[in-house]
């Protein structure tokens, strides 16, 4: 039997289409192994958390209520669902998350090692370097963003593991996040792609960290471009498609080669 938890958080801030999305993929796309799949719902009244139970009334599932009436993003919520289940391991996933092809689970833990950390999409993206000088006036407001990002995110290229879709234990999760905070959506970018987040902790301890693809391939750092899970070529390698993901595919092709240059340089 797997030990291997699927997390699927659903907040306030989410639309009810967005939980029919998941239902509809999570049913149709077999994740071919075992596991318990575990719906985290946060700062929802009782009503709300009533009206999703009835859509998930079909799909075994435990509830999970986050009593936090603080927003401390998905990050905050993984925290207190890994300290309640420590003996796991957990592929967590937003609420604008899904899959889409077969044996989706499958592939994604054929390639976990002991420590690692395995994503379904990454990018080379830095927040310091997109920061962009528009109107003279604003000089000293743009000195003083420019200086905290600085403080906060190395320049380009930034490797990160993007946290729309991934898979890791729950001890090595409490472990990064235990002196962290997640107040604001700043500290949020920070913990995906700021220095000290959760692909720098993995780096830091010489944690493999990985990305995976349909193709049951696994790639480095080096060569997560190529996996073409995100804004890359036609993307149709990615396993686990997310709001980012389904924009770039509507992109026309000038639109998607700067978005690529954007996200993996030239």
Not at 2 to 29: A, G, M, P, R
Not at 40 to 66: A, Q, R
Not at 116 to 137: H, I, M, N, P, R
Request: proline share 2%.
């Amino acid at each position: 039997m797997s030990n291997i938890i699927v997390c699927y958080l659903f907040t306030k801030f989410d639309t009810s289409s967005s939980i029919d999305q998941f239902i509809n993929h999570y049913t149709e796309f077999n994740a071919g192994l075992n596991h318990k799949l575990l719906i985290c719902y946060k700062m929802l009244d009782s009503e709300s958390i009533k009206f999703c139970e009835l859509k998930l009334k079909n799909i075994p599932h435990t509830k999970y209520v986050d009593t936090t009436e603080k927003n401390d993003f998905d990050f905050g919520s993984y925290f207190r669902v890994c300290k309640n289940y420590p003996n796991n391991k957990f592929f967590f996933l937003n609420a604008k998350s899904y899959p889409i092809v077969n044996n989706w689970l499958k592939i994604i833990n054929n390639h976990y090692k002991y420590n690692s950390l395995v994503g379904t999409t990454a990018s080379y993206e830095s927040a310091l370097t997109s920061l962009k000088f528009k109107k003279f006036y604003k000089i000293f407001s743009f000195l003083l963003r420019f200086i905290r990002f600085k403080n906060n995110f190395n320049k380009f290229p930034n490797p990160h593991i993007r946290t729309t879709g991934f898979l890791i234990n729950a001890i090595d999760y409490i472990e990064f996040y235990k002196d962290k905070v997640c107040n604001n959506k700043f500290d949020a970018w920070k913990l995906e792609s700021g220095k000290f987040s959760i692909t720098a902790h993995f780096k830091s301890k010489d944690y493999p960290v990985i990305i995976v693809n349909l193709d049951n391939a696994s790639f480095n750092l080096k060569f997560w471009k190529i996996s073409q899970t995100y804004n890359f070529l036609n993307q149709d390698k990615t396993i686990i498609s997310d709001s980012h993901c389904r924009k770039y595919l509507n992109l026309n092709t000038n639109e998607r080669l700067i978005s690529q240059s954007k996200t993996w340089g030239e």
